[in-house]
């Protein structure tokens, strides 16, 4: 994966015009992680602008930073939608492929992220809340709760509706 900081233009094509470095591992390094993450290239997707003057060349698009983040890039339907990543994770892409920073890439996007499936669409994700359907994932609460007199134990959790409850003249109650 070729960093596009070390390339130049020549005759519409883009060629090598300086070394590797250390930065232009990171670099494709964050290119193999969205690739993996998402099942897209961060210059995938086809680019039509709304200006015919603006187009630009599929193999010089990475030289004008055009990403799958700019608007005028139609995402691939195959990829993962890139709403399934946090914001954090998605800023960090948006530094290294738009903004050109070449640094080690910070370790806790990744050992910090929780992937979870959405009990409402089934959509896998990296988010708080389901970027497909906005349900909020189940809040990571206490499994016991008091108060007063009344213990409460959680023991099921379900998307569905309690359809009928035991009527109990005293003693503990299990819904």
Not at 38 to 43: A, E, I
Not at 60 to 68: A, E, G, S
Not at 130 to 158: I, S, Y
Request: aromatic share 8%; proline share 10%.
């Amino acid at each position: 994966f070729m960093d596009p900081t070390l390339l130049r233009e020549a005759a519409g094509v883009p060629v090598p015009a300086a070394a590797f470095s250390q930065g232009s591992d990171w670099y494709a390094f964050a290119v193999m992680l969205m690739e993996c993450l998402l099942g897209v290239h961060p210059y995938g997707g086809v680019y039509r602008p709304a200006d015919p003057g603006r187009r630009v060349p599929a193999d010089l698009r990475p030289l004008h930073r055009i990403t799958i983040l700019n608007p005028e890039v139609r995402y691939p339907h195959a990829a993962l939608p890139w709403t399934t990543l946090s914001d954090e994770l998605m800023h960090q892409f948006h530094l290294i492929f738009e903004k050109d920073e070449r640094q080690p890439f910070p370790e806790h996007l990744l050992t910090g992220m929780h992937w979870q499936t959405c009990s409402v669409c089934g959509l896998e994700h990296a988010r708080g809340v389901c970027p497909q359907c906005r349900h909020a994932a189940p809040a990571a609460g206490p499994m016991l709760v008091v108060r007063n007199r009344v213990t409460a134990r959680r023991l099921l959790r379900t998307t569905g509706r309690i359809l009928a409850l035991p009527a109990s003249g005293g003693g503990r109650t299990w819904i």
